[in-house]
């Protein structure tokens, strides 16, 4: 299975926003479910977002709910991660996956997109 490629991340002022890519593979441009996942230093890698192109539902972290907007562009091929009102504690390399959890997902990781939230 080919890793998906993330990109968009940098760094933000608290506050401020950053809008996430996710670039599918042509093995996951008709799966259904992408999730984004983060992970900070010294932390376990954790559930962000997923979206369900079947119906159109999305799942949101409660740490990140109201401020981050999953959406899926199927004309480019991509899944995005709209985040505003970014804080401190949204710094981690953010992936995407073919899954909403990572108990789901058994193959590669891609190298992720760095994220840092800082004044």
């Known amino acids: 299975q080919e890793r998906l490629v993330e990109s968009g991340g940098g760094l933000a002022q608290p506050g401020g926003s950053l809008r996430l890519s996710c670039r599918l593979s042509?093995?996951?441009?008709?799966?259904?479910?992408i999730g984004w996942f983060r992970q900070a230093p010294g932390k376990e890698r954790e559930e962000v977002s997923c979206i369900n192109s079947r119906d159109g539902s999305t799942y949101y972290a409660d740490s990140v709910k109201g401020r981050f907007t999953i959406s899926r562009d199927n004309a480019k091929s991509t899944v995005n991660l709209q985040m505003n009102s970014l804080k401190p504690e949204d710094t981690a390399v953010y992936y995407c996956?073919?899954?909403?959890?990572?108990?789901?997902?058994?193959?590669?990781w891609g190298q992720g997109t760095q994220v840092t939230v800082s004044s």
């Open positions: 042509r093995f996951t441009l008709n799966y259904p479910l």
């Open positions: 996956v073919p899954a909403c959890f990572e108990s789901d997902y058994g193959g590669p």
